[in-house]
């Protein structure tokens, strides 16, 4: 059986890197993995998309609509945006955090209130506030590996093939804090 997993949010949330520690934790149990990467305008704080698939053969690295296992949004409007990929037993996990596209920034156009509200009249859907944790441990960079540590008991894999995951991708001098930040979202309530 093929887990599919999406990951959407803003350029420079930690995407790329959250989506290569979700591959490299699969490859480690000897799945095959395929991992696949749309950037919009990412460097200017526009949409990147990223889809993990892992089982025991993936054919083809893009996840179609409707047939995601789990999304993990990093941004309110961006899980919006993509909740249709959805599975109908697929679960979201919303960072509740705020990012204005630059339609709202010029005011050509305003941000929707209630967005979480509205996902989970819909879907199952899970929110932290992985900016308020990052900013405890002292490193809002780190937003990705608390949403993630939030998130990994719906992808699956135990807690240490995680941390060492973590630990194996994450740059060799931020190895601590993100395992402290994944920890910390990980024991979050759900």
């Not at 990929?85 to 996990?93: A, E, P, T, Y």
């Not at 509740?96 to 509200?117: H, L, Q, S, W």
């Not at 900016?131 to 002292?138: D, N, V, Y």
Request: charged share 25%; aromatic share 6%; proline share 3%.
């Amino acid at each position: 059986m093929t887990k599919n997993i999406m990951i959407v949010g803003v350029g420079g949330q930690g995407t790329l890197l959250t989506s290569r520690i979700i591959g490299r934790a699969a490859l480690s149990l000897g799945c095959d993995v395929k991992i696949s990467e749309v950037h919009g305008m990412a460097q200017r704080g526009g949409s990147v998309v990223t889809y993990v698939r892992f089982g025991d053969k993936v054919s083809e690295p893009v996840v179609e609509e409707g047939q995601a296992d789990v999304i993990i949004a990093f941004e309110r409007l961006e899980a919006q945006r993509y909740a249709h990929f959805l599975k109908k037993d697929g679960v979201m996990i919303v960072n509740d955090c705020r990012i204005d596209p630059m339609t709202v920034v010029t005011g050509a156009k305003e941000y929707p209130e209630g967005i979480i509200d509205a996902l989970r009249a819909e879907h199952t859907v899970y929110a932290i506030d992985g900016q308020k944790i990052a900013l405890e441990l002292g490193n809002s960079k780190v937003l990705n590996s608390v949403v993630l540590g939030y998130a990994a008991e719906y992808i699956g894999f135990d807690k240490e093939t995680w941390l060492d995951t973590v630990a194996s991708t994450v740059p060799p001098k931020t190895v601590e804090i993100n395992q402290k930040a994944f920890a910390r979202g990980y024991e979050a309530e759900h």
